[in-house]
């Protein structure tokens, strides 16, 4: 997979991609990844807007997206964007809300292209954090966990 820039962040190393002047996919990777420096000016504005996120958790994304998937996937996603800094949703919230199922919204939720920018983060289990990018190890929780802790400070 090619990326534009990997950022190291204080949630890990995030993969950038955005071929042209649109923002396809950000993926958490190995800590051990070396970091990559923008290749263009929209990148740089990426990484700007990521770690403008990480030093105020109320910061408001603007950058074009294309997120590709189910008529379902993108109600999901549009949902999840709603959800106030510092806030969360159950699966079964947001499956009320769209007429699902709260399995199908944590599918649609790991399916996520771009994490933090559209904040799946934000949405957990009735009973617990659930999981993060298809993910229910420790790892992943702690990713998970450290951003809904950030957005609360």
């Known amino acids: ?15 950038i991609r955005c071929p042209g002047d649109i923002l396809l996919g950000i993926e958490f990777l190995p800590p051990r990844t070396l970091a990559s420096p923008p290749r263009d000016a929209f990148t740089r ?8 996120y990480f030093g105020d958790a109320g910061f408001r994304f603007n950058l074009p997206l294309q ?13 999840m964007c709603v959800i106030p800094s510092g806030q969360t949703l159950s699966y079964g ?3 009320a ?18 994490p933090i920018v559209v904040p799946c983060h934000r949405v957990v289990g009735k009973a617990g954090l659930g999981g993060f990018m298809h993910r ?15 957005e609360r400070r």
């Open 1 to 15: 997979m090619s990326y534009q820039a990997i950022l190291p962040t204080p949630f890990g190393k995030l993969a």
């Open 97 to 114: 809300e769209i007429g699902s199922s709260p399995r199908a919204v944590g599918q649609a939720c790991g399916n996520n292209p771009v």
């Open 93 to 95: 919230e947001i499956a």
């Open 45 to 52: 504005e990426v990484c700007a807007q990521l770690m403008a």
């Open 67 to 79: 997120l590709e998937g189910t008529e379902h996937q993108r109600k999901v996603w549009q949902m």
């Open 136 to 150: 229910a190890d420790k790892g992943a929780l702690d990713i998970k966990r450290g951003l809904l802790a950030h």
